[in-house]
């Protein structure tokens, strides 16, 4: 029962409110779906498979930066919510295929970059919670690129495991048109994916069969982000393997706390789901080293979801990074590693607590990435075991 603790969950959220609060953000979220169309109040698009891909144009509304804290969705359990406290929407609107593509250039000519990132959410989400993590990623990111929000019909329910998962399975050739519509059109100059937990099942089934209808993946793809994927570790390989070279950077975030993923590994046999493997293990060692594969291993992370399964969007140091390398043009895996970005921030961090504490505190990130131990050297060996005994005295987990 844990697994369906979701506090102030609605069933819909998207009822337009009239104006928003003093303070508060707007974030326009571009929307493909491959959900029927829901005649709810607030719900917009259903749990159930449509025939067609369908498309919304949905702007939210974020709380003013005091009422929340980074990384936090607030929704309330009302048809309305109070947007000072609350997620709501301050305009939805079902488009058809031209009129996402004038939204699209529209955002694209205001954009500070002809970037845009395409999110595929997990399971167990509806589709207004899609949207509202789709609108709190972009925010809390500070991001550049054009968000664009693809949701598959999940129904939105503990027990509907085995109907997601054929949902993803049945969305996968709508999400490799959507990139390769994304890849054709003149006025996108960039790609960027980010996938969390069951979503990289439909994400990756699409680039497998990109690769393999195109003998490659589409050049602007430029970085793949994997967060806490619901995948099988062996199944993940064959698809690694299959798209082939060249292939864009992959950065896996993983942690090996992940509840959800822990009982997923439960109903499939026992076989470790990639998002919970342990980086510094062989095999994995290895095979992410040969494939190319950044891994960030978000285990000492500490958010307040439960599960330790939305690490990658609600810790605020993680958010911030993902919005700071995509806006700076860089993979995760550039010429100077992520996680020398994360110690040279938590030193300075530390140096005002004056203690290891506030680098653990700060963004306690362990990160399988030769060219930040190239460059930290002595660094880390020095602050090493000091921050692990930290980290582990510090957190439940």
Request: proline share 6%; with cysteine.
């Amino acid at each position: 029962m844990a697994l369906t603790a979701c506090s102030g969950r609605s069933s819909g959220g998207l009822i337009p409110v009239k104006e928003t609060a003093p303070g508060a953000s707007a974030v326009n979220v571009l929307v493909a779906t491959t959900r029927k169309p829901s005649d709810l109040p607030g719900q917009l698009y259903s749990g159930e498979r449509d025939d067609e891909v369908n498309f919304a144009n949905i702007t939210v509304s974020i709380p003013p930066d005091a009422n929340r804290k980074i990384g936090d969705v607030q929704v309330s359990s009302s048809e309305v919510g109070d947007p000072s406290r609350d997620f709501v929407a301050l305009r939805t609107e079902r488009i058809d295929e031209a009129q996402a593509l004038k939204v699209l250039h529209q955002s694209l000519r205001h954009a500070r970059k002809k970037e845009v990132l395409v999110f595929v959410h997990g399971f167990n989400t509806r589709f207004g919670e899609a949207v509202f993590r789709m609108a709190q990623i972009a925010h809390d990111s500070n991001l550049v690129a054009v968000p664009i929000l693809f949701t598959w019909p999940s129904r939105g329910d503990l027990f509907s495991y085995t109907y997601d998962r054929e949902s993803a399975n049945y969305s996968r050739d709508a999400l490799e048109k959507l990139l390769q519509a994304l890849q054709r059109d003149p006025d996108v100059g960039e790609i960027d994916i980010l996938a969390h937990s069951m979503g990289n099942w439909v994400t990756l089934e699409a680039l497998r069969q990109m690769a393999i209808r195109d003998k490659r993946l589409a050049p602007k793809i430029k970085n793949v982000m994997l967060a806490a994927p619901d995948v099988d570790m062996y199944v993940f390989r064959r698809q690694i393997a299959e798209m082939g070279q060249p292939r864009p950077p992959f950065t896996l975030f993983v942690s090996r706390d992940d509840e959800a993923l822990r009982i997923s590994r439960k109903v499939w046999g026992g076989v470790p789901r990639i998002g919970a493997v342990d980086p510094n293990a062989e095999p994995f060692r290895s095979q992410f080293s040969e494939e190319n594969i950044t891994v960030i291993d978000l285990t000492d992370v500490t958010t307040d979801d439960r599960l330790n399964h939305s690490k990658f969007a609600e810790s605020p140091e993680v958010v911030k990074l993902i919005g700071s390398r995509l806006s700076s043009g860089q993979s995760f895996a550039g010429k100077t590693g992520i996680g020398e970005k994360v110690v040279q921030v938590t030193s300075g961090a530390a140096s005002t607590v004056g203690s290891v504490a506030g680098i653990a505190a700060s963004a306690p990130i362990a990160i399988i990435d030769p060219e930040t131990r190239d460059h930290m050297g002595s660094q880390f060996d020095h602050l090493g075991d000091n921050v692990g005994d930290t980290v582990r005295g510090a957190t439940p987990y």
